[in-house]
């Protein structure tokens, strides 16, 4: 595999893991201290190391669509799984925050 896609990987998968790791942070965080707007900032701080994972791959997928191979490998695989679940964390506990606020409300 050439050396820029091994970069782009490993970028992709450093920043959607710092990503992930924040969001679970910040649910941990919430339900240890009840900080609702503190959950949400560090989600927010959070979507910003999962953006640049973005970025990444929107290069990547760029790259190609403009005649540039992209080759597949499973370094490349693994990243894109890291990247997939950090999105799918980050929406889940957002979610989570919305419903810890609204219980907070009704109970």
């Not at 999962?50 to 403009?66: F, K, N, P, V, Y």
């Not at 005649?67 to 929406?91: N, W, Y």
């Amino acid at each position: 595999m050439d050396e820029k896609t091994v970069e782009q990987s490993m970028q992709l998968i450093l920043h959607a893991g710092n990503g992930r790791s924040m969001v679970i942070e910040a649910v941990r965080d919430l339900l240890r201290t009840g900080d609702v707007s503190g959950a949400r900032a560090k989600i927010k701080e959070a979507g910003q190391e999962i953006g640049e994972a973005h970025d990444i791959q929107t290069a990547m997928i760029s790259a190609e669509c403009d005649g540039q191979p992209v080759e597949k490998s499973i370094l490349l695989i693994h990243a894109q799984d890291h990247f997939m679940t950090a999105l799918a964390v980050r929406d889940m506990a957002q979610l989570m925050v919305d419903m810890y606020e609204n219980l907070g409300k009704k109970g």
